[in-house]
């Protein structure tokens, strides 16, 4: 991906390069993702065709496959997906992808290679093997399947009881893409504090059974937790909607970095892509949906209700 201005995608922006190319504090020509959905092989993550993608890995696991490839290598961070996310509106294409067991919910014409079958019904495809329109540039040298197929773990972002976060500098209070950054459980250490949380639009629930309670508002407090019993890193209770149905909290000011991060909707159009949070305990990020998802997949997807140490089924790596 090479580098851009924020100001190429909004004027308004700073003619500065986004985030994803400083690296370390070292602004970079390009950087590098990995085409494919990636399959591990002896403990490592490995991008390859056509191959039924790795699920079912802790946040922790994911990391470690990723990093073990060698200097320089790692999961995939949410602030590249968010670079790779806005190259995309701006361009006017957005990817479609396996998001309606095996096809596209917009398009039940496109499909993959069928890799794994969620009882009676198309799960996973083969990565890569949908057409070019489910690879983000919509060509066959894109990234592909950044819609649906399985969400995909994402460093850089992380709440600690709703407080959001992110890969920077402290000291400048700049948002960066420091991959080098631990991320150990709980610990925020050489993470960059926002100042900003998740909140809920409504009061939440003591239920310990997965309950919606409503939207989600930007604020610089959790008003209202999504479980209100003790804090905890357990599945209760979240709040989810659109994602650009996020709304912000009375006097509250939506800083331009949580746009450049997609963090808040950084512009119209989103194609009604999905945004859940739990707002207790610590949460990691996943991005762009699964297989089942529908129009709530996207590559402005965002989920931030997921504990670091459950491997769900329907998330990979990248």
């Excluded at 003591?206 to 008003?223: F, R, Y």
């Excluded at 892509?273 to 590559?299: C, H, L, M, P, T």
Aim: include cysteine.
């Amino acid at each position: 991906i090479p580098r851009y201005n924020l100001s190429q995608i909004d004027s308004s922006w700073p003619d500065t390069p986004h985030p994803a190319f400083i690296v370390n504090g070292v602004v970079k020509d390009v950087i590098w993702i990995s085409k494919y959905q990636n399959i591990l092989i002896d403990g490592y993550a490995c991008s390859l065709p056509g191959q039924d993608p790795a699920a079912g890995y802790t946040f922790d696991q994911a990391r470690t496959a990723c990093e073990k490839k060698g200097k320089g290598w790692h999961i995939i961070n949410n602030t590249e997906w968010a670079a790779i996310a806005l190259w995309c509106w701006k361009n006017g294409f957005q990817p479609r992808g396996n998001n309606c067991n095996g096809h596209d919910i917009s398009a039940p014409y496109e499909n993959g290679v069928t890799t794994y079958m969620n009882g009676t019904s198309i799960g996973r495809t083969g990565a890569g093997t949908g057409p070019q329109s489910w690879s983000h540039d919509n060509t066959p040298w894109g990234i592909a399947d950044m819609n649906g197929n399985v969400w995909e773990w994402n460093d850089g972002i992380k709440l600690i009881d709703g407080k959001i976060y992110v890969f920077g500098d402290n000291s400048s209070k700049t948002p960066m893409n420091n991959y080098t950054t631990l991320n150990t459980s709980h610990d925020v250490t050489g993470w960059l504090d926002t100042g900003y949380c998740y909140d809920g639009v409504n009061a939440g629930s003591n239920s310990k059974t997965i309950t919606c309670t409503g939207g989600v508002m930007l604020n610089t407090t959790v008003t209202h937790p999504s479980y209100t019993g003790a804090t905890t890193d357990e599945q209760y209770s979240y709040a989810d909607g659109q994602f650009e149905a996020i709304t912000v909290a009375s006097g509250v000011t939506v800083p331009n970095f949580l746009k450049y991060l997609c963090l808040y909707p950084p512009v119209a159009g989103l194609n009604g892509d999905y945004f859940g949070v739990r707002n207790y305990g610590e949460r990691q990020a996943i991005r762009g949906g699964s297989w089942s998802d529908q129009a709530g997949a996207g590559v402005f997807g965002l989920n931030l209700d997921c504990a670091r140490t459950i491997p769900y089924q329907i998330v990979g790596l990248s």
